[in-house]
Each structure stands twice: as structure tokens, then as C-alpha cells.
């Protein structure tokens, strides 16, 4: 599978309070992929006492694998691998080691443009063939939602890195 980064999750800093959410996933997650909650699991809806919610009350899939979902509804970054059917945690916040897929300027706020890579907001950089028409990608469009801000840019490019603090 892919991720943002061969190595999974790379966080850099979380500014000493990591925020996480528990979730059951429907597919394979691998660490580092963007993943996409779909909101009250098999039990049915959410009650309203807290007394009754569960970490199997989210439901996670990967960001390709969402089911027509665009980028806009990206809910976190997988921490490591998990297997369908068992639990795992998605990070909203904190930096991470992520491809650039675009352009990537210092300061600037940052969209994803897959389930893979990230860019500038705006940025009109084409796309390399790594990002462009992957197999499984292309339910997930560029929404030119903010997920974060770019603290260490990168260039467009095969391997091509840069650390975006997520804030999603």
C-alpha cells in the first residue's frame, strides 16, 4: 500500500500533547496514509451518552479507499499499519515527515493532492507521474482544504520530502 512516507508515520514534534483518535479499520492501513473516519460503526448512530460510545463507533478507510470521499474530508495520518477489522490510531496534529507532490514553500498552508503527497495550497506544479493517475487514487481529488502548514518545504519530485505540522 502507500503512504506518505515509506518509512510510516514520521513525526518530528507534537508540541508535547499528541492528539490521536481511536478508530476500527474496514481495510488495510498502512502507517503514514491519510485516513477518512466515516462516523458511527456497526452498532448504528451514536447515542448521546458517552456511556455507550466506543472506539469501534469510528470507522477508518484509507484515503483512496473512501468511496467517492474527496480530500476535503480527510480526518488524520495513520500511525502505523492496521489490518481491517482491528484498531489503530490516526494523529490530527503534530509535524510529520511527508512527500511533496507539488510545490511546498515555508510558511505556506498546505493541502493534500492524493493519498500520498502534499503541496502548497495553489500550487500549480503538474503532478509527477508517482501522483498522477495511480491506481485506487481517483476518488480522492485536490479539495484545496488547509491540513496543515509547511514548516520545511520541498520541491515536486520522486523523493521528495518536506515536514508539514498536520492540523486537521
Do not use: H
Amino acid at each position: 500500500m502507500t503512504s506518505t512516507n515509506e518509512m510510516g508515520a514520521t513525526v518530528v514534534f507534537d508540541g508535547g500533547c499528541p492528539r490521536t483518535i481511536t478508530f476500527k479499520a474496514m481495510l488495510d492501513i498502512s502507517g503514514g496514509q491519510f485516513v477518512v473516519f466515516s462516523g458511527a460503526g456497526v452498532g448504528g448512530l451514536v447515542s448521546s451518552g458517552a456511556s455507550t460510545f466506543s472506539a469501534a463507533d469510528i470507522l477508518a478507510v484509507p484515503c483512496y479507499a473512501s468511496l467517492g470521499s474527496a480530500l476535503e474530508q480527510i480526518n488524520g495520518i495513520a500511525l502505523y499499519d492496521v489490518a481491517s477489522g482491528t484498531y489503530g490510531a490516526a494523529a490530527t496534529r503534530g509535524a510529520y515527515i511527508v512527500k511533496v507532490g507539488g510545490s511546498l514553500s515555508p510558511g505556506t498552508l498546505v493541502e493534500a493532492m492524493g493519498p500520498t503527497a502534499v503541496r502548497t495550497i495553489g500550487s500549480k506544479v503538474v503532478p509527477t507521474a508517482e501522483f498522477a493517475g495511480n491506481a485506487g487514487t481517483a476518488t480522492c481529488i485536490p479539495g484545496a482544504t488547509t491540513i496543515g502548514r509547511c514548516i520545511v518545504p520541498g520541491a515536486s519530485g520522486t523523493n521528495s520530502y518536506g515536514v508539514v505540522y498536520l492540523n486537521i
